[in-house]
């Protein structure tokens, strides 16, 4: 199968990109000496990134996700895949990301914001083009849930 522009496009019933493949991004157009291949891993490991510089972005993935996310920072070992789910083509990639919004923040400009950091950065860094970002914000972070359970009752 081929697109308009005689570059192959998915087989996999349901991909949401181009010649999805299981590796990532292979033969792409113009690669004359050789073939560079991307995993998923690293699209992942950047939409992570771009994802926490977003201000008003308080953490990344669901409450379980999070929840090992925090031992294995206790042990030294983050991992900045925690949150985002990526299908990676030969020339696109397609985005999922689950947030966690820092109260007050305005959770549609939040989530705006984490869309456009993510797809600037796959397209500038690993060279694919996004055709979409999905934003699932899991959850509202207040400020209170910092207090820890030693702290003084607010009323006595």
Known sequence: MANEDNHPTSTIPGARVDGAA???????????????????GVVSKVAGIAAREV???YALGGGASRAMGAIRGAVGQDDLTQGIKVEVGETQAA??????????????????????????????????????????????????????????????
């Open 22 to 40: 299981k590796f990532g991004a292979e033969n792409r157009p113009g690669d004359v000496h050789g073939k560079t291949t991307i995993a998923d």
């Open 55 to 57: 201000p008003g972005v």
């Open 95 to 156: 985005v999922d990301v689950t947030i966690v919004v820092e109260y007050p923040a305005p959770i549609q400009e939040v989530a705006d914001a984490v869309r456009t950091q993510v797809t600037t950065a796959i397209t500038r860094l690993v060279g694919l083009e996004v055709v979409e970002v999905n934003i699932l914000v899991n959850d509202v972070h207040l400020p209170t849930e910092d207090q820890g359970a030693d702290d003084e009752p607010r009323v006595s």
